[in-house]
């Protein structure tokens, strides 16, 4: 069990492993030529920025061959904007976006990215945060055709190489599947906005409880409804000129999570702007139009796999918040209604940050997905997903 897991440093399921590195080295001991493979096979860095077409190969790979929930109903797609605008932070390096094409016709067969990140973990013994610049790995993705090969480990390795030979040392990843050791298991929920799309989707029936109804799917729309206006005074788009405020609540609210990013302000930049079609944050502004508050969503649509009547699922998923004037069930209030006057169908959320604190009154309903997440090279005491602060896109 575990034949490439069992030779990585990650927890092996020993009991209290220690907290921090796992193995040390230097760059002195990393091969400074590509990992091998198969001779049919090459590496390619595909230029996401400047390239609409290296761009489009990447998305066609993950639309095609990527995460699908566990009944095959749907699988994640991940838009053009959205590849560019999670690949290129601040600081990206650009090798560390590392494909796999076939020599004879340049097919891409296989992804995975990394992107740096600086993560604050907290001792499980209490005390200050220690500061690590690591690596966010993310879209590992082998094509349909080319699964059981073992190419995913090649993957793990290269990309592995690519980061340790710039000295960072540690990873941090999540996954649909339990692999050696999650440090959290987090769990969706998602709450309906459109909830004649969402039973007609999930082949199944209007749920019993509304069976008693004359007209169930009235009675559910009812029951799903939102107001179309945000209810908090102050409350609109964030601008440019909210980032140093926005920064400053979003790291400080972040800071009490024992595990969360740290943004510099070209990060808050980069990933809590509006963009369109792929990020929607707001602020609560004060009279002096100063923000108080914050709060954002992604948009990650999804294909409904083998549907006749839709082929495409708009959710919008949750992503970083601080909540100082109004309660953050409040403030999610406005985004369910912001997002259903977009357009999304769904609102997917995970157990992690203060979600917690939201989910049963603004009608959340538990999903059937989990999502565990790992730090590669970095022993870790098991937390519950209330302690973690990271969104992983
Ligand atoms: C790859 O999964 C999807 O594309 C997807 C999209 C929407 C989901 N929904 C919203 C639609 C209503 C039905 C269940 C929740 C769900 N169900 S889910 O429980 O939210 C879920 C999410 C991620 C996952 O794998 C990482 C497995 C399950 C999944």
Redesign the pocket.
Known sequence: MHEFWSTQPVPQGEKEAQEGPLEKKTVDDVPKSPYPIASVLEWWVPDVLESEDDLRQIYELLRDNY????DS????NYSHAFLKWALTPPGYVKEWHVAVRRKNDKSVVAFISGIPIDIAVKPSAGGDAEVRKMCEINFLCIHKRLREKKLAPILIKEVTRRVNVLDIWQAVYTA?IVLPTPFTSAQ?F?R?LNPEK?VA??FSRIPPQYEKFQNPMQMMKRNYAVPNAPAVRGFREMEAGDVPAVKSILNASLAKFSVAPTFTEEEVHHWLLPREGVVFSFVVADSNNVATDFVSFYSLP?TVIGNSKYNE?N?AYTYYYSANTVPIKVLMGDVLSAAKAKGF??V?TLDILDNKEFLQDLKFGP?????HYYFYNWGYPIVQPKSVGLVML
């Open positions: 995460v699908e929930d566990d109903m749907f699988r994640f649909g969706y998602h309906s969402l989707i999930r999804s699922l959710a169908d769904v997917n999903g059937d997905g989990n999502l």
